[in-house]
């Protein structure tokens, strides 16, 4: 690796849309590392209410932030060409509305460069827009972790653990050849999946370091229950692509990929409206035959729950009446 004989750069890159509001907070954090070496790249993705005015100004504020415009194109696209700008032996992402601790940057070089890593993670947790800490996405491990690439795998597989670029910080040399992908969301889950192979141990800390911050009306966070997030369909293609991933690179974890899209179809089928179930929705009718072929699957799966199975059976024989006990139950819950 690069880094001998003076620091070692850190890239960390931020995509910039219509966030005027947060985004003083997020750069701040990011400005007030310990470890200094750092350049912040803000990628203005064709904001209209100023983000990108500000981001200039805070350039102006510290050399260390460059700022980058381009038309609308969404988060993975800014993320790319912040990938194409950056000269950092390191590359880190910091999502706009969220915040990171003081030391977070200098914890996750430390351990990169004693155990030669490629990549290295922290841990997150998540603050709701009133200010409270809701329940850990991500459960932390009790001391620094070593994982191999197919433990990495496997913990992805069975939704243990944490696929966000924006807790890790990564080897450029990575990024050489691959890109997020672009119009799709779970972007980081598609190339993290990508990238697993090439990596061959991963370090895991246990700090909780990265802020989450769960805004409403982005992704699939939504308080209208009629919308349906198109997260829900990019889920499911990302479950048979790294289904093809586990066939090639680790075929003893077939089960845990068989599993995890099985839970990936069982989301989809929970949330999409009803008034979408019928037989032109070409990809409903093609998740619904999917959960068909594979009830053998469901019933012999060790990592299916009881209830997972339940459900699963029922909506792949009959999904309407499934969607409708299942509001019912939820009502009831409520």
Known sequence: MEGTGKPVLISVIVPVYNIIDLLPRCVNSIRRQTYRNIEIILVDDGSTDNSGALAEKMALEDKRVRVFHKENGGSSSARNLGISKARGEYIGFVDSDDFIEPAMYEKLL??????????VQISRDEIDEQGNRMPDVCQPPEQPELWDCQH???ELLLHKGDCSFCTKLIHRS???EERFPEGELNEDFHLLVRLLPKVPAVAIL???DYHVYYRYGSNTRTR??????RVFTDIVRNADRVYEIVQKEYPELLPEAMRFGLIQRLDYMLHIPISMMNGKNEFYVQVKKYLKAHKKDVRRSPYLTGKNKKYLLFLGTAP??????HRILKGKQE
């Open 110 to 119: 430390a351990v990169a460069l004693e155990e030669k890593l490629l990549m």
């Open 152 to 154: 990495f795998m496997r």
């Open 174 to 176: 990575l990024l050489r």
């Open 206 to 208: 246990p700090d909780q």
């Open 224 to 229: 209208n229950k009629d919308e349906f997030p």
């Open 320 to 325: 309407k009446l499934a969607r409708r006990v």
